[in-house]
């Protein structure tokens, strides 16, 4: 079970920091997000096996993934947000590893949290 929270309304250029809480130990956890009318989008994940985190190209260097093992947490820092940030964002999980050229499809995930709204004005 993943339990996502963190969202809000902000403005652009403005910080949030989401968290994932899960309820056990999983392999691979992954941020995605879904804007209005567009389709579900891949935005970060971490592979804990490899000790690697990847981003989407649109996220690189503003948001930031991290984990608290101790707590089975997964956090994403956003920083400088957009307005074409604004999304639900959804926190996905999976027992196993993934290859990274899977990480990026929703459906090789086994859990979904429920979801975070970040709404980013101009």
């Known amino acids: 079970q993943l339990q996502a929270s963190g969202g809000g309304l902000v403005q652009a250029g403005d910080s949030l920091r989401l968290s994932c809480a899960a309820s056990?130990?999983?392999?691979?956890m992954a941020w995605f997000r879904q804007a209005p009318g567009l389709e579900r989008e891949f935005v970060a994940a971490?592979?804990?096996?490899?000790?690697?985190?990847h981003y989407a190209d649109s996220v690189k260097g503003r948001f930031t993934v991290s984990t608290d093992n101790a707590k089975n947490t997964l956090y994403l820092q956003m920083n400088n947000l957009k307005p074409e940030d604004t999304a639900v964002y959804y926190c996905a999980a999976r027992l196993s590893s993934l290859v990274l050229s899977a990480l990026r499809l929703g459906n090789q995930y086994n859990y979904w949290g429920q979801g975070t709204q970040v709404t980013v004005s101009s």
């Open positions: 971490v592979r804990r096996e490899y000790r690697s985190i």
């Open positions: 056990g130990r999983t392999a691979t």
